[in-house]
Every structure is written in C-alpha cells, then in structure tokens.
Nanobody, 111 residues
Framework: QVQLVESGGGLVQAGGSLRLSCAAS???????TIWYRQAPGKVRELVAT????????YYADSVKGRFTISRDNGNNTVYLQMDNLQPEDTAIYSC?????WGQGPQVPVSS
C-alpha cells in the first residue's frame, strides 16, 4: 500500500507562488507522477506530469511557463512549484501515482 501525503497548499494572492509537495510512503516511487487540479464546477484537469525513468516533464498549456514539476528521489517526493498564480488557478490540487491518490490541498488564489 502506498500513501501519498500532500502539503503546501493555502491562500495566495495573484502573482504569488506556492510549492506543493507529494511525498510517497510505503514504497519507492517507480512510476510516473501526475498533478491534477479540479476547480469548483469544472472537470478535473491534468496539470503536469513527470516520468520516473528519465524525469521527462509535460505541462498543460494553461500552466506552461509558470509551473514546474520536479522530483527528489532521496526523499521519495514530487514537487509542483507554482509561480505567478492567477485566480483561474484556484482549485484542489491532487497528485497521483497510479492507482494511488493524495488528499488534495486547496489552493485559493485571490485577485
């Protein structure tokens, strides 16, 4: 069993930054890790992904250039650095390492 524990969410003003962490326990992360987000009344959106084998990254167009996904193998943790946050980034952010999911910190962005 793998547990994904997320941290780093919270209220931020437009233009600000946050870093979300997704720490895995139970076994080492050996698969691709994906960050999703779901805004109120909207469908879930894939935000960013990182492959474990080569660290290749992919970003949704809506966050490209502002968000950075990275990993720390030693700490078994994946990060999502979010810069220049905008109100439209307001959502619940969840990390997943299939088939496991984190609990999803809220990220409200005020204008």
């Amino acid at each position: 069993q793998v547990q994904l524990v997320e941290s780093g969410g919270g209220l931020v003003q437009a233009g600000g930054s946050l870093r979300l962490s997704c720490a895995a326990s139970g076994r080492a992360i050996t698969g691709n890790t994906i960050w999703y987000r779901q805004a109120p009344g909207k469908v879930r959106e894939l935000v960013a992904t990182i492959t474990w084998s080569r660290g290749q990254t992919y970003y949704a167009d809506s966050v490209k250039g502002r968000f950075t996904i990275s990993r720390d193998n030693g700490n078994n943790t994946v990060y999502l650095q979010m810069d220049n946050l905008q109100p439209e980034d307001t959502a619940i952010y969840s990390c997943t390492l299939a088939p496991f999911w984190g609990q999803g910190p809220q990220v409200p962005v005020s204008s």
